[in-house]
């Protein structure tokens, strides 16, 4: 059981809160914002400071660092509403490959990825999955030593910037069955990209992507076919607990922000700070923070334990639940408090009340998750 | 005041079918249907739409439904003109700007002159003229009469100086009438007049304000010796505030919007009733229809609450804080509605609609930007804390 | 429409107010509370009043009011807290005989209850029930010109006091139909009545009842055989208007009082009135019960026009709804405004409370009116 | 103090099995049947119950977990402390009322005089002597330094006059711990003077408070003149408030009760997994399922926030308010459970379990008594409103 960050864990944030201070500032943000959220000079450094290969196994060039590290990494960069889609291109997608994917195909995927020279993410989502993690209706149809692959994948974040895709597509069975989907490496190039930048409340980009009879070499398929389930799951569970760090680091600036704006600002003739219901609505902030923090870390030491598949579910979605009903709380908070301004996008509040919401939302909301949690009472 | 110029039935017995019919009949065969289709969805609206839509209502004679008859208005109850608004909204029709018909306008009736009368309230009707505004201010936050916007008199002419905030529509309006401070040696009250300006005079310019959704609604709005005629102050210098007032006491039919509740409810059950692949709806999932019906519960709980409190300011026996009441409940009860449309539409809640463009087909195209946006509804006319600590002080008679 | 009171209500409630403001203090009532709630003298003062024939029609010697003095009268009960079985005896049971049986046989009855002379009660629910209403497991068998009864009734109010139970009991259907229940009038010394003491949360009595195989003529039925559904809902209907006023009454008086409290006692040098979270808290109370009011008006106006029996459910089951959650925030925030006396027996805030809180259970708790609710989204 | 003299463990690694084997087998093989069944439904506990129980976990030198081994305590990490907490709790163990084992003996540990060790740790640790706690006074409310109990010196003792109220089984007790005020010329925290009284002293007087739920636990005491020997005060006069202080600070597994909480989980879960007629359980439905999720995942993040804090304030990283935090969320939660466990009740909640006689049969019986008489959670040991207090002061700095 680990409840507080290690010095090489703090080391790893402090490094990041510092670069990010400096190179991520509310007004740079705004500038990348426009542009989709993605700017290869801050992706560089990425790759630089090593936080690309941070979780991947040292034979893959990698350093090997865990749960909690990515927790570590991940809170600062919500804290300083990082747009570059470390999640999915790094956490999910690298999840993906190393759980999935034969040493050698995964390395030839991985490197690249560490170098920052590659964008890799995962088109799983469809138009009628809202939730259901083994919704698939894309086909992927094996015929004489190729597969062909056909279908529509929906609201790809980031879409414009990768240079590949894992596309799920089933194999076998209906279009929720858990059996019968398989993960498939293809170019960017062989997917049209539909509405390149249509905007998400995060501020990222997305697109989805048609699949018009793709065809690909069989050696494309990542791990077994129509098994791709539990790989898609690991690589779930990976990108909730990054979406937990960061809920938690926007949370904390948004605690911090809203504190400074209330002894700032006078109304009445004496600073906001002095008014008591002000006061008590600030501290709930913290204490909705402090659960979001607990839950982070309950689900950092559910993946860093050892495997326990029903324990494991049930704390991610304990975990993802929490996140999403106290980020809400926080975010709608701090905009009440910060006034007519809150309200505005002059302000960083609104932009970290919209991304909260947004990874509320996104890998199942609450409602989803207490399901979830419902489904399996009393069977933990 | 305006509301109790014409309330001859304060017993609420209920509207009677004719009039009901006729509003219904009248906004189906003639709201255009882009602009219903706006409303349905909670698209954004641009001056043309809400312009055509008031001509349409002011060829009917139901541009301004508070005013007197003789000034263009309706002989109506006042529980007619609520019922109208309902009815309205209920029929998609948008809810049209206030500024002219619903606050200057009643006003100009009763704190104007003649000449005020004659020049302004004709324009307001027709929508040859849009007003907005000018009353916050930058820092003032919910504490509206520290306002510091000056205006100087200069022989027939006010000075002014300062700027206005949070303005909305000032980049559609023509005019704004404003208060700004003619005094500052009395009490924060004092010495505020009332003026009415004309938004291209030299030295106003207005800077907008992008919301928390990506739209642009409000303005910031700046005052560089902006010349006004005198002539264009309605009510005696420094009784600016006793004009301001007298309005937001009485108008209070707005409030709750409960014709505007139940459209957006009737847009849930739609968004809810979407079949999935597996060829269920959302709406029969047990759980996302309890909160349904916690919410249809609400709107009912809002609807009853707003006729009572009319009812009891018709026939003076409020307490001074149904207003307050009346807003917490309306706008708690909004914006619920707002995070269980984010809610239904699942993950097409990430798209955060464009400000322009073409209007999307999906029924769930505007939920986030909806509820984003709707955050407002609890700070603006005077934040949910503002209205508790009103209802306090009746309820402690302090 | 109403939306308020006219003055003939004004006048009842004017008068009501006066008498129980001198007869029934806290203290007097505290003594009847030990009584098991019912006093004679009391409930003889009400038939001097008129308020036992409040709700009956003239040609049963009634006064002929409808819904909304009903609301009036029974706000002021909820006002001084009265534990008296008027709701039961008179209410409830006064519309199942007005409405079910037979003008000869109302007549009998009526007469004795709007003089004082007769306690009536409804026997109708049983331990496994919940909240179904229709859920009735007594049996009713006819044979040779009478009937038997066999069965039990669970935690009827009042029960001890009865001269007379009306007893619902199957004479078809399996134990939840809504076909096949009917009204029997039967004598309380037929039925055995168990546990005569037992408290409950507001302050009352209640018993379980044992019908052994009672034989009773066939002309003790109410109305025709086995159609007891709607007259059953009629009561319950009225029983929950002068629930809804009751709550009413109480919740207001429970913001009074918190407010004086609040104006009497100091802490940290001022009174508590001028904290803003107690003020807020305070109001929150206020706007609580206003939407409780509007719950009532609601409920009144629905039970007093034309009959829609799907508006009229679904007003009632909205109204109800609405007054359990209302009833309950006003009754905990009082409890926590109230401090530590606000925990004991000793001031009237905890009675309040539990009152409230019985009020919100009986006849169906806030879930099962929303599920009634939820059940006919889009059928109005 | 008491929380740091013996946690070599800081870095909670996990409590070892054959801990938490022994400790749970030792519960279930001597806990007296009749006390885990009052424990199981919230029933309320006499003082021979608590004694028995006591006694018990003395035979096993487990007592006082929290005191040095040399007074009879043990050498548990703070982290096996909190798990014997939780473990006990959730294998139906009483919490035991810890004004002699939980709040007395530590002060006396680290401030009393070695006379007073000798004369009081044993038949606390012992049972043999009932403590009960003289803090509040009435009207003062969350503002404990306000006390008025006057103690005047009158050669080798003090005369105590005043009283004290919400005192938790005064009527159990044979001795009180009580803050007295010797001294009203400072600030209201100096000038307060900490002393151990004897309940049969000529003088004391205790008057029974009944419980919302129509228990008696609490108490007001009065003092007639009550003489307390000057030996029995625990440091320097005028010094009282630093010395309760120290250990309030300090204090901190008991706050959260997570085994408490899960406890009460389960009889929800027994209380919602009745058949019903129709063959159907309460567990089973959507919408109570939901809530039963939500109430588990509450649950769950208490324990999570538990374990941080604990980790935290041993590790010296605390701000301050980590207590405070706590103690919101963990009352929250109990009290959101007592409310489902009325819902889940449903007519039987009516019922208010008589405060004496034979134990009811029903899971459900205690559950009106329990939601009720939890309402003090949000107000006892500093109301909540008080701990938001001190968590914005925290937030803000200042």
């Keep these: ?380 | 005041m305006v509301a109790e110029s014409n309330t001859e039935d304060k017993g609420f017995g209920g509207i009677d079918q004719a009039f009901h019919d006729e509003v219904a009949q009248f906004v189906s065969a003639n709201l255009p249907a882009d602009i219903a289709r706006k409303v349905d969805i909670n698209a954004p609206l641009n001056k043309d739409d809400y312009v055509r839509w008031h001509k349409i209502l002011h060829s009917k004679g139901w541009a301004a439904p508070s005013w007197p008859v003789e000034y263009g208005g309706t002989d109506w109850s006042l529980e007619q003109r609520l019922a109208f608004e309902e009815i309205c909204a209920e029929h998609s029709a948008p809810r049209l700007p206030q500024f002219g018909v619903g606050m200057l306008g009643p006003i100009l009736i009763s704190r104007g002159t003649d000449e005020q009368r004659k020049r302004y309230l004709p324009k307001i009707l027709s929508a040859e003229e849009w007003w907005c505004q000018g009353y916050s201010e930058p820092g003032a936050g919910s504490d509206l009469a520290s306002l510091k916007t000056r205006a100087v008199r200069e022989g027939d002419e006010y000075v002014v100086t300062g700027s206005k905030i949070w303005t909305t529509y000032a980049h559609y309006a023509d005019r704004m009438f404003a208060l700004v401070r003619t005094d500052s040696s009395g009490r924060k009250q004092q010495g505020i007049t009332f003026l009415l300006l004309d938004m291209r005079s030299p030295g106003v310019s207005v800077r907008p304000i992008t919301g928390i959704n990506g739209q642009h609604v409000v303005n910031e709005v700046f005052f560089d010796n902006v010349r006004v005629p005198a002539k264009d102050r309605v009510g005696e210098e420094g009784e600016g505030w006793a004009v301001a007032k007298a309005l937001l006491g009485h108008e209070r039919t707005g409030i709750a919007r409960v014709g505007f509740c139940k459209k957006q409810f009737a847009l849930l059950t739609q968004i809810s009733s979407r079949l999935d692949i597996t060829g269920k709806r959302l709406l029969d999932d047990p759980v996302f229809a309890q909160k349904l019906a916690a919410l249809s519960a609400d709107i009912e709980i809002l609807e009853w609450t707003n006729l009572r409190v009319l009812e009891a300011v018709a026939n003076n026996r409020g307490n001074g804080s149904e207003a307050s009441v009346l807003k917490v409940i309306a706008t708690e009860t909004q914006q619920r509605i707002t995070e269980l449309l984010f809610e239904a539409a699942g993950p097409a809640s990430l798209d955060l609609a464009a400000a322009d463009g073409p209007l999307p087909e999906e029924d769930s195209a505007y939920v986030s930007s909806f509820y984003f946006d709707w955050r407002k509804a609890s700070i603006y006319g005077g934040s949910n804390e503002i209205q508790r600590n009103i209802i306090s002080k009746t309820v402690l008679k302090d």
Tied chains: 1, 3.
Excluded at chain 1, 17 to 22: A, E, G, K, V, W
Excluded at chain 1, 48 to 66: C, K, P, R, T, V
Excluded at chain 1, 120 to 146: C, I, N
Excluded at chain 1, 171 to 189: C, K, N, Y
């Design chain 1, 1 to 380: 059981m680990q409840l507080s960050y290690k010095d090489e864990e703090m080391m790893l944030a402090d490094q990041a809160r510092r670069y990010l201070q400096t190179e991520y500032s509310f007004e740079r943000r705004r500038t990348r914002q426009a542009d989709g959220g993605h700017d290869p000079k801050v992706w560089r450094s990425f790759a630089e400071f090593g936080w690309l290969g941070l979780a991947f196994a040292n034979d893959y060039g990698g350093i090997g660092l865990g749960a909690v590290s990515i927790l570590a990494l991940a809170e600062e960069m919500g804290r300083a509403l990082v747009l570059e889609p470390f999640l999915e291109a790094v956490i999910e997608a690298g999840t993906l490959i190393e759980t999935g994917a034969a040493p050698e195909h995964a390395a030839a995927l991985i490197k690249p990825i560490i170098a920052g020279d590659s964008i890799v993410l995962l088109a799983h989502t469809e138009a009628d999955a809202r939730f259901h993690p083994h919704h698939v209706e894309a086909s992927a149809t094996e015929k004489g030593g190729s597969i062909r692959l056909s279908g529509r994948k929906n609201r790809i974040a980031h879409a414009q910037i990768a240079d590949t895709f894992i596309v799920s597509a089933r194999e076998t069975g209906g279009p929720r069955d858990a059996q019968g989907i398989s993960l498939f490496v293809v170019p960017s190039d062989r997917v049209t990209i539909v509405n390149p930048a249509t905007p998400l409340i995060d501020g990222t980009w997305a697109s989805d992507l048609v699949l018009d009879g793709v065809d690909i070499p069989v050696s494309a398929r990542i791990g077994a076919a129509g098994a791709a389930a539990p790989i898609l799951e690991a690589a779930r569970h990976r990108a909730i607990l990054g979406m937990l760090g960061m809920s938690v680091g926007s949370m904390t600036a948004l605690v911090e922000q809203t504190g400074q704006y209330l002894k700032t600002r006078e109304q009445f003739g004496q600073p906001l700070s002095e008014f008591q219901i002000l006061r008590h609505k600030l501290a709930d902030m913290a204490i909705w923070t402090e659960r979001a923090r607990s839950a982070a870390w309950l689900a950092a030491n559910a993946l860093a334990g050892v495997s326990n598949t029903q324990h494991t579910r049930r704390s991610i979605a304990v975990a993802k639940a929490e996140c999403a009903v106290a980020g809400r709380m926080v975010g709608q908070t701090a905009v009440q408090l910060h006034g007519g301004i809150g309200t505005t996008e002059e302000l960083e509040v609104g932009h970290y009340f919209r991304s909260l919401e947004s990874m509320g939302v996104r890998l199942g909301d609450r409602t989803y998750h207490l399901a979830e949690i419902a489904g399996k009472l009393g069977t933990t």
